[in-house]
Structures are given as C-alpha cells and as structure tokens.
C-alpha cells in the first residue's frame, strides 16, 4: 500500500482567476484549445516530462487528446493526480498546463510540471509565479518537486534511485 497523496479533508480547487491567467480542471471541455496549443509547441514539450519523453507524438490527433484530457478528469475526480488547461484572463486561448502528480521521490509531497505554448514564452516565469504563490496559499504540500526546474533531471534521477 502506498502512501496517500493528499488529506481526505482538501478539496482541490478546480480553477483559479488571476490577472493573467485562469486554470480551469484539465479535461474535455477545453480539448480544441488545448489540441492547438499542444501541437503548435511540439518540440519544446516533448522535454517537459525529461529528457526521454515523447509527448506529444507530432501525429496524435484531436480524439487522441480528447481520451487524454478524459483521464486527466478521472485521475482529478479520484484525486489521483491534478492537472490543469492555463487558459489567457479572456479564456479564449490555451498557454499551457499545469501537472500536480504524486512524488515517486520519498523527498518530495509532489511532483509538478508546467509549460506554456511557444508563443507564450515571455509568460513562464510568471506562471512559475503564480503557481508557486497557489501552492504555498491553496495546496497541503510543504516539499513540491518542480523536475527540470527547481530540480535539475540529473538530480531528480538520482531521487529515484
């Protein structure tokens, strides 16, 4: 059996509204605005979850997708794991997405993982912002994991020893 990820009593929250951004529950209802902005920065994703990850294959395909972000609200509902669409102030475009999975590291409470589309690049240090300050305010987690960022791949692979 293995440990619980987080407290029966957190309700995770299923969106949050800044100036900038609004995260909303990753799942099929935002499936085309995530479809695009997925596929318009295939290249700078496929490094996101390490330098061996192949997501997202340059051929997949929007019912792809939709089945994805289909388990993504399951995984959310079971409280499994969290993920969230980063959609723009006027909801109309996606930036990116927001992962919070459990830690396979006994170092860390979690493991999260962001990015934002190409054409939003100059956003990311403000959404790393922004997620930090939510976690700190929002999430029952002291010790979060950002791998490639606030732990280099190098370092992480050495956590999963």
């Not at 240090?125 to 002291?142: A, M, N, Q, R």
Request: proline share 5%; glycine share 2%.
């Amino acid at each position: 059996m293995h440990k619980q990820f987080i407290p029966n009593s957190f309700i995770a929250p299923t969106f949050l509204e800044t100036d900038q951004f609004y995260f909303v529950v990753l799942e099929d209802s935002v499936a085309e605005l995530d479809f695009e902005a997925v596929m318009s920065s295939q290249q700078r994703l496929r490094s996101i979850f390490g330098p061996k990850s192949e997501w997202p294959k340059s051929n997949m395909t929007l019912e792809e997708n939709i089945e994805s972000l289909k388990i993504h609200k399951q995984e959310f509902q079971s409280r499994q794991a969290f993920a969230y669409s980063v959609l723009n102030a006027s909801k109309d475009k996606c930036l990116g997405s927001v992962y919070i999975d459990p830690s396979r590291s006994p170092n860390y409470d979690c493991e999260l993982y962001f990015w934002v589309r190409n054409d939003s690049t100059a956003l990311e240090s403000e959404l790393y912002k922004t997620i930090s300050t939510w976690f700190l305010e929002k999430w029952p987690f002291s010790r979060v994991a950002f791998p490639g960022r606030g732990i280099s791949w190098e370092e992480w692979t050495k956590e999963l020893r």
